[in-house]
């Protein structure tokens, strides 16, 4: 991984309906991640915030089942900017959320940068609802669906281009709460899926192995993104959309030590932190640990 990290908070609580998760970026910071990548040796470079618009009233005309449309897609414009230029730099890209509609403008900024750029989706949700198929209008079960180039054109068309990922360099892990719309489209694509049931069967180092190997080979850069409701509400309790049933704490530092021993992430973000939900900032405690694991901390 690049020593030089630059962080991007986004303030982004309009992708849902809970209020708090804008203060996730701060959440993150006051847990102390600077220092604790600091320590790694990594040189940390803190882009602040970016600005995101009101939430807009509600719609009576045909995007009605997309809420606050228009503010999304600017504050991923912005973002995909951002980490342009980060990467034009030559610095690691380090995206805290925020909602997980942020993912738009994250993969916007990130993907035009490689020919074949790969995703792994640590998530208790597969994010791949449209307007068509979402039961919410809620943009932050979208992004992933927007990446590859389905949906609205203000979310598939940020920075001017669609899509940003392939269907075939996709791995989603921790799935366990899919809508109708998004089991059919999995199929329908060929995306490759690692759900609770395989974790527990398999094992999570079975499950990153498989992971690592099926992406490093076809792509020549992987982004991380990971929902903190992938982990199981137990360890992660400050996020709006828990499911019971999920990834543990000790799993989660697996798999990020795995991809820190095969240097294969490239870019990442740590979204959906709401401390109002949240008990004594355990669940931004919890992403700032991961991070730790993933680039580099080891405990000897």
Do not use: C
């Not at 999304?72 to 959320?97: M, Q, W, Y």
């Not at 199929?187 to 049931?197: A, D, N, P």
């Not at 974790?199 to 076809?218: F, H, P, S």
């Not at 973000?269 to 931004?284: M, R």
């Amino acid at each position: 991984m690049k020593k030089q990290i630059s962080i991007i908070g986004v303030p982004m609580d309009l992708g849902q309906m809970r209020r708090g998760v804008d203060m996730g970026p701060s959440a993150i910071r006051y847990a102390g991640v600077t220092e604790r990548l600091e320590n790694l040796d990594y040189e940390i470079e803190d882009l602040g915030d970016i600005q995101i618009g009101r939430p807009e009233p509600l719609k009576s005309n045909g995007e009605d089942n997309l809420r606050n449309l228009k503010a999304v897609a600017d504050g991923s414009e912005k973002l995909a900017g951002t980490i342009d230029e980060v990467i034009n730099a030559g610095r690691f890209p380090l995206v805290f959320g925020g909602d997980h509609s942020i993912a738009i403008g994250t993969l916007a900024g990130v993907s035009k940068h490689y020919k074949n750029l790969g995703v792994i989706w640590y998530d208790a949700h597969g994010d791949l609802n449209t307007a068509d198929t979402s039961p919410s209008g809620n943009i932050h079960g979208m992004p992933l669906a927007a990446s590859l180039g389905l949906g609205h054109p203000a979310l598939t068309g940020v920075a001017g281009y669609s899509p940003k990922v392939k269907p075939e360099n996709i791995v989603i892990i921790g799935a366990r709460s899919l809508d109708e719309g998004e089991k059919s489209l999995i199929k329908e694509l060929g995306i490759k899926v690692y759900t609770m049931h395989e974790i527990d069967r398999l094992g999570m180092t079975a499950v990153m192995e498989q992971t690592i190997d099926y992406l490093k080979e076809k792509t020549d850069g992987v982004h991380l993104s990971l929902d903190l409701d992938g982990l199981d509400p137990h360890d992660a309790p400050g996020v709006g959309t828990p499911v019971i049933g999920g990834i543990s704490y000790r799993e989660s530092h697996l798999a990020m030590e795995m991809l820190a021993e095969r240097k294969l992430i490239t870019s990442a973000e740590f979204v959906e932190v709401n401390p109002i939900l949240d008990e004594k900032n355990k669940t931004a405690s919890v992403a700032v640990a991961l991070m730790g694991s993933l680039f580099g901390e080891k405990l000897l």
